[in-house]
């Protein structure tokens, strides 16, 4: 059956960590003592937190030493004697709302911003922090704001768009709406009551943000809040901002990073695009969004689709398709990247069962693309999709998923195509039959999520447990949302790589990922006479080293 080739890659690659940047600056002794801001607690810790190699602390756990009150935006637009009067009122109120307790940096909710004597130009920031319901806060970078804290827990409210606590901690929120870096990559909040830690790296006027061990913050330009036609600040101070409500600080360490690292840093970590179209709707929940970067080209391009992993249940559009952007667009492919609702969200909306949530929203999305395809300048039969982990998955029922398109619907979006040209995904879960799972992988316990079904207390059973004793019941869904159920002789050709070999009928380091579905995906396309690259250490006629190399070669192929 002839249809349109789409493209859907959805890689669910983990986010770099900052805490794997290079250590070069050397450790210094802190900075002497402030006497008129020291504020000693009876109930302080004498026990200094170690700094890690390379880092020097900023905060003595003791006492107020190296800190002052500064609140800038209340000084703003002041001068001469009355500016000295405001800065000298805020440093004598300092030590009335912040206290040190149990070694913490602690603050009432209220009073001036913890400011630094001391200015920093590039450097790396480590700290942790723990606050309150809805209290907000922040971390001025060089005195500007200001790296966002959320109540993450706060409902969107539609009529203020560009206030977005819901997507979590972590973004610039002081820089221009529909601007990457604004919003963080993806939600990591912890719980009310855990330590949050945050790793920032700061370099010219571009910061990395590591939130929780996830980079929420990928090398945006931070815009200077004073005066935007303005350079950033060269120097300045770290700033903690209070702001409604009680917030903790521990372990604040910093390394200044010197000229030479700043340079290669920044040389190897290029400045990723904004996109051409922001968070652009495709459904009514505030997830059903995507960003559109656009391919300058006097005819239509192919297109990429991507599709972020995290199980259906964490990660965020930037996760993987940022190493991918620059080739692509060199390469004349335009890129779309979809956000789409997790699985919990889905629940909540009704859907069952709650994996049809991120399959079908990634489908709508798809449809949604392919109706901009003339706005966009996009030819909409070269559309590719690509993913890891659990976008892959969705990418590969995309592939496979017999055509959603529905002409006689109302709306002409539904009227639009599903299918695609090629998938390139990696580490894909290839079957969501827990049958088929128990087979190729002994020790498989993924999949129970996806169909709502959760361990049994009472008995002391698993989630996968039950997912296997629940099978029979099920059958039709997994026929449904099952990859390798889907597959038919008119499929798209697909590739799919994996980091370790597989070990057929054998307990793996990581069942979830494992290269076992991959064979046994591989010889089931084979049988249906469907095109199948399977990559992984030591594999057999491979002839595309990585998901981008086929997805290049693929995407702009003679038809």
Not at 78 to 85: F, Q, T
Not at 271 to 279: A, G, K, M, Q, R
Not at 435 to 454: C, D, L, R, V
Request: include cysteine; glycine fraction near 8%; charged fraction near 20%.
């Amino acid at each position: 059956m002839s249809r349109p080739a789409l493209l859907v890659c959805s890689l669910a690659l983990a986010a770099s960590s900052v805490s794997s940047f290079p250590v070069i600056a050397q450790e210094k002794a802190p900075p002497p003592a402030s006497p008129a801001t020291s504020a000693p607690s009876p109930a302080t810790s004498p026990v200094a937190s170690t700094p890690p190699e390379g880092f020097r602390t900023l905060f003595n756990t003791r006492d107020l030493s190296g800190w002052h009150g500064l609140n800038p935006h209340s000084v703003a637009k002041l001068s001469g004697e009355k500016k000295e009067a405001a800065l000298k009122q805020m440093r004598e109120d300092f030590a009335n709302h912040w206290r040190v307790e149990n070694g913490e940096l602690v603050n009432n909710g209220t009073g001036p911003y913890a400011t630094t004597d001391e200015e920093f130009g590039d450097y790396e920031l480590m700290l942790e922090y723990k606050t309150v319901a809805k209290a907000d806060s922040g971390i001025y970078l060089r005195g500007v704001p200001q790296v966002q804290i959320w109540d993450s827990n706060q409902v969107f409210d539609p009529t203020k768009p560009d206030r977005r606590p819901h997507l979590g901690s972590g973004g610039l929120f002081n820089n221009s709406s529909k601007t990457l870096g604004r919003d963080p990559i993806e939600l990591k909040d912890k719980s009310f009551g855990q330590w949050n830690t945050f790793r920032i790296k700061h370099i010219g006027d571009r910061v990395w943000v590591t939130y929780n061990t996830r980079l929420v913050v990928n090398g945006a330009r931070m815009e200077n809040y004073w005066d935007k036609t303005q350079p950033f600040p060269a120097k300045g101070p770290i700033m903690l901002q209070t702001h409604g409500g009680e917030i903790r600080w521990r372990n604040v360490f910093i390394r200044e990073i010197k000229a030479a690292e700043a340079r290669k840093f920044a040389a190897e970590n290029p400045l990723i695009p904004n996109p051409t179209e922001y968070d652009v709707a495709y459904g009514p929940h505030p997830k059903q969004v995507l960003h559109f970067w656009k391919a300058e080209s006097s005819k239509p391009t192919p297109l990429l689709f991507f599709v972020h992993g995290g199980g259906w249940t964490s990660g965020g559009r930037l996760s993987g398709v940022a190493n991918m952007l620059s080739a692509m667009l060199k390469a004349g492919i335009s890129v779309v990247s979809v956000e789409y609702r997790f699985v919990g969200e889905a629940t909540k909306d009704g859907v069952v069962p709650p994996v049809k949530g991120p399959l079908h929203d990634a489908a709508r999305a798809l449809q949604l693309v392919r109706s901009k395809a003339a706005e966009w300048n996009i030819d909409k039969t070269r559309i590719g999709a690509c993913g890891g982990s659990a976008g892959a998955c969705t990418s590969l029922w995309l592939a496979f998923h017999p055509d959603l398109a529905d002409p006689k619907n109302t709306d002409p979006i539904a009227h639009e195509s599903t299918r695609l040209w090629c998938a390139a995904v990696l580490g894909a879960q290839t079957s969501l039959d827990p049958q088929q799972m128990k087979e190729w992988m002994p020790n498989s316990s993924y999949g129970a999520h996806a169909f709502g079904i959760t361990g049994d207390p009472v008995k002391k059973t698993s989630s996968f447990a039950e997912f296997h004793a629940k099978r029979e019941t099920i059958l039709p869904w997994i026929a449904e949302y099952s990859p390798y159920a889907l597959v038919t002789s008119d499929d798209p050709p697909i590739y799919m790589s994996y980091s370790e070999a597989p070990a057929m009928g054998q307990n793996q380091k990581d069942p979830t990922h494992s290269a076992n579905f991959g064979v046994k995906l591989q010889e089931h396309c084979r049988t249906n006479n469907v095109p199948c690259e399977l990559v992984y250490p030591g594999a057999p006629e491979v002839k595309h080293a990585t998901a981008q190399d086929y997805l290049l070669e693929r995407l702009k192929a003679e038809k």
